[in-house]
């Protein structure tokens, strides 16, 4: 590094942007982690039936499976949108 | 007790094969008998690493299809005492790795051999192979470079083995699995250009064994069949050296972490 670079202007280094794309996409695949192969094309049938009712977003629809002593939870979390864009549709 | 280790990272090229023949032969070092097996079927290479590609005769799909027993299968090192190589076959019937198979392999290096370690080095992948090598383990050490798609696999496998090794099956919990950080360089990490090794830590939240730097001595040892940790005077041996300290329960600072600090003439006018 030259005494020139101290003088211009900092851009986000390239090793932050990894960083915060990692923590992005292993969080992410983390949630879907041990559970059963079906589990994506669920969620994707979930998400078609309720866009028939709700106009809702590619994240709205989150399954995710729990294991608790020996027995298996399936875990459907369904954002709804605000009052408010529902009334336009 | 035999302890079982597996040496595994996702992503292919990251040093696996480079860690298992340190690890291997570090704990050889110490008076530990210890075994190295390449799990990788198909694209052997771990005998060209320990340099005793000339002895192979037979490899671990023979030993587990009868046709040779496991003494006259293990190839003892010339170098260092109390270390043996089981190659992979060449041959590319990945279906010869049976658990049962592999269970009478390692079943046979504990009782027969009376090894104390056994290390699995691991093909890339998540293939039978790798689960294989994976499966009997009592620990494991991810090898990983400061590098999105390492990172991400090794995420990957550090969730495999979290479920499909034997003990977790049987409900016995994780196994231990410890982070190898390899071909890491201190000067790009400070100049923002690779990922450190607190980042990389942060994403796997798994404990630290070590960190080797990137190093030429990596490729003159795997040029010349000597294992890099034989290599004493370079810093990926000694690096190499203080992880398998550590993997004994040592608690070691670890080097090679930073940049050898320049003097002011060096950073107003240096490159």
Redesign the interface.
């Known amino acids: 590094?030259?005494?020139f670079s101290y003088l211009l202007p900092k851009k986000q280094?390239?090793?932050?942007v990894?960083?915060e794309?990692?923590?992005i996409?292993?969080a992410r695949?983390?949630s879907t982690?041990?559970g059963p192969d079906y589990l994506p094309q669920l969620q994707q049938e979930l998400l078609m039936v309720v866009r028939k009712y709700v106009p809702v977003g590619e994240d709205a629809v989150n399954v995710q499976v729990d294991r608790e002593s020996g027995c298996e939870i399936l875990e459907l979390n369904i954002t709804l949108p605000e009052e408010e864009a529902q009334q336009h549709y | 007790m035999t302890k079982i280790v597996v040496v595994t990272s996702g992503k292919g090229g990251v040093g696996k094969t480079t860690t298992s023949a340190a690890l291997a032969t570090g704990l050889a070092l110490r008076g530990f008998k210890t075994t190295v097996i390449d799990f990788d079927v198909g694209l052997r290479n771990l005998d060209l690493i320990m340099g005793c590609e000339r002895r192979v005769v037979y490899d671990l799909v023979n030993v587990i299809s009868g046709d040779a027993n496991i003494k006259q299968a293990l190839i003892k090192d010339k170098k260092v005492d109390n270390l043996f190589i089981l190659p992979a076959s060449q041959t590319r019937d990945k279906d010869a790795l049976t658990t049962e198979g592999v269970e009478g392999v390692l079943n046979a290096l504990r009782d027969d051999m009376k090894m104390d370690y056994i290390i699995c080095d691991s093909p890339a992948g998540i293939e039978k192979g790798a689960l294989m090598a994976a499966y009997f383990a009592d620990e494991a050490v991810v090898v990983t470079n400061p590098e999105v798609s390492s990172v991400r696999d090794s995420d990957r496998i550090i969730g495999i083995l979290a479920s499909k090794t034997r003990h977790a099956e049987q409900g016995e919990g994780d196994i231990p699995a410890r982070l190898l950080l390899t071909r890491y360089s201190p000067e790009r990490v400070e100049s923002g250009q690779m990922l450190s090794v607190e980042d990389v830590q942060e994403i796997l939240a798994i404990e630290l064994l070590g960190v080797i730097p990137e190093s030429q001595a990596v490729l003159n040892a795997s040029n010349s069949g000597s294992p890099v940790i034989l290599d004493i005077d370079s810093d990926a041996g000694q690096a190499y050296s203080d992880a398998v300290a550590r993997f004994l329960g040592d608690q070691l600072p670890h080097r090679f972490v930073n940049v050898n600090k320049k003097g002011l003439f060096g950073r107003l006018f240096g490159g």
Do not use: C, H, N, T
């Open positions: 590094m030259s005494i280094s390239s090793a932050s990894a960083k794309r990692l923590q996409i292993v695949e983390r982690r041990g």
